[in-house]
């Protein structure tokens, strides 16, 4: 390179433009930050004049009008978007004059700063044909600069992050070089183009307007809105963390009336995601692409979620099958509700007086004078536009009794341990016993000596022999009866040749299963 150092003129306007480039948008970040949350911007810029009036560049708004729950980086905003922002989302900075008026000398409020920031910038802009600053002119921008950012540092409304201070003595200190000078010349002038271009609208962009709140189950509509006549073609990719993908219109998922649509049928939460439309141009025999503004897609709502228990009444014969309906955010709402047996749907208004009524409001089911022949498996069905779910079966039948590990007491008598499965509820649990000479059962005696601490409870019942010899000569078993059924389980044959606390006896297969 010719040059590698600087004129004193050189070196002066190169430190205004580091200041005008890497320093002031730094208090501008925080006082925006401090008045309006990143995370709040997409709601106030929807509630100003600034999108509905067109005041943003299609690059701007690229960076700050970003749909929830996706969050723009203030870092990434220059200083004229900074200052664009806080002039019309921060009413209570306004300058004590008018905004975009240079603020007199005795005007020391923080909205005037701002003001003064940006006149700040532009004069230095002035400069940027020449690259030059003479020492006279510098001296005066750098104490003004100095005592504006001096001020905002203090100002407890500009919640300032960041020691500006020491920012400027880092860049008095800095030795600055040719490639410095380029680097911040050019940044300024790409930046006046910018500010100039601002006004046309021939040049080609692509800008995608987001759909309103989405539904699980119902249709997104996204719409390209394209800038300039150079028009190629238009088309659409779902963004993920480390690659794109190009969205296929055509199907039953995807399709649109123009290129510039994009509609996404029955959506679902896998649809949830970030969009980009893509717009294709050809200028001079050379093709480019532009990229839209990103629209992250919110899927509210979800197929219903069920939950089911049961009761049963002994007074009345019946037994309720209890449904539970939950939505996330209540949508979509429920269009359908309905039991079935062994899958097959049960008509209650064709079945009236066999069955309760079912409904949204009323989604449990009750079957009264329940016999054998209600035994099967119940399930509970639920539609919305988001999809179906149906429950897990509630089993019906004649008890089930499962013989647990059994143990040997510490008085040498012997445990056995029973638990009793039963929809309905069992309205009878009884032990019975048995001489094996003739095999005629009768029900034993839970308060007898020899059986002290058998229970016929539900659903856990216990047989307790204490002597060994009964086991010999009798016969055991457990009859549970319940609305539908009988269930018995047998306990013969045992073998105690070992009686330790927690192995199990050599049972017989049981009998009446």
């Avoid at 002031?24 to 929807?46: A, F, G, M, Q, R």
């Amino acid at each position: 390179m010719a040059h590698t150092t600087l004129s004193k003129l050189q070196e002066n306007f190169t430190c205004l433009a580091i200041v005008c480039v890497d320093l002031i948008k730094l208090p501008l970040t925080d006082i925006l930050d401090n008045h309006v949350k990143p995370s709040d911007l997409y709601t106030e810029l929807n509630s100003s004049t600034l999108i509905s009036g067109n005041k943003l560049r299609s690059d701007q708004k690229k960076l700050c009008y970003i749909k929830p729950p996706c969050i723009p980086d203030y870092s990434k905003f220059d200083v004229s978007l900074l200052y664009t922002l806080i002039r019309n989302l921060c009413p209570s900075l306004k300058p004590t004059g008018r905004w975009g008026e240079e603020p007199a000398a005795a005007h020391t409020q923080l909205g005037d700063d701002v003001e003064r920031l940006r006149w700040f910038r532009n004069r230095v802009f002035a400069h940027a044909n020449s690259a030059q600053t003479s020492e006279s002119d510098f001296q005066n921008y750098w104490t003004d600069i100095q005592n504006v950012i001096t001020r905002i540092q203090k100002n407890k409304n500009a919640g300032c992050k960041t020691d500006y201070r020491q920012k400027f003595r880092s860049i008095e200190e800095r030795l600055l070089n040719w490639d410095d000078l380029e680097k911040y010349r050019l940044f300024l002038d790409a930046t006046v183009n910018l500010e100039k271009e601002r006004g046309k609208i021939d040049e080609p962009d692509i800008w995608i307007k987001d759909p309103e709140k989405v539904v699980c189950g119902s249709t997104a509509r996204f719409e390209a809105v394209v800038q300039g006549k150079q028009v190629s073609s238009v088309t659409w990719q779902k963004l993920y963390r480390d690659k794109s993908k190009q969205i296929e219109k055509g199907n039953q998922k995807f399709w649109g009336r123009t290129n510039e649509e994009l509609v996404i049928g029955s959506v679902c939460k896998e649809d949830e995601g970030t969009y980009q439309a893509v717009l294709s141009i050809e200028e001079d025999r050379i093709r480019k692409t532009i990229q839209s503004n990103i629209i992250f897609l919110q899927v509210v709502g979800g197929i219903p979620d069920l939950t089911t228990s049961h009761e049963t009444c002994l007074q009345t014969h019946s037994v309720k099958l209890i449904g539970n309906v939950f939505l996330i955010d209540d949508l979509p709402v429920i269009d359908e509700i309905y039991w079935s047996k062994d899958g097959n749907k049960i008509d209650t208004h064709e079945n009236e007086g066999k069955y309760s009524k079912v409904s949204v409001d009323v989604p449990s089911l009750t079957i009264y004078n329940v016999n054998q022949y209600d035994a099967g498996h119940y399930t509970l069905t639920a539609t919305n536009a988001a999809g179906t779910t149906v429950s897990d079966a509630i089993v019906l039948g004649a008890p089930e009794i499962v013989l647990e590990e059994c143990e040997e007491g510490s008085d040498g008598c012997q445990i056995f341990p029973v638990t009793i499965k039963s929809i309905p509820t069992a309205y009878n649990v009884q032990w019975q016993v048995a001489n094996k000479q003739n095999e005629t059962l009768t029900p034993l005696d839970e308060n007898a000596e020899e059986y002290g601490g058998t229970s016929n409870s539900f659903p856990h019942s216990v047989l307790v022999v204490r002597r060994k010899e009964q086991l010999k000569n009798n016969i055991y078993q457990i009859k549970v009866q319940n609305f539908i059924g009988v269930g018995i389980k047998e306990i013969s044959n045992l073998s105690f040749d070992i009686k330790k606390k927690g192995l199990a006896p050599k049972i017989k297969g049981p009998k009446g299963l």
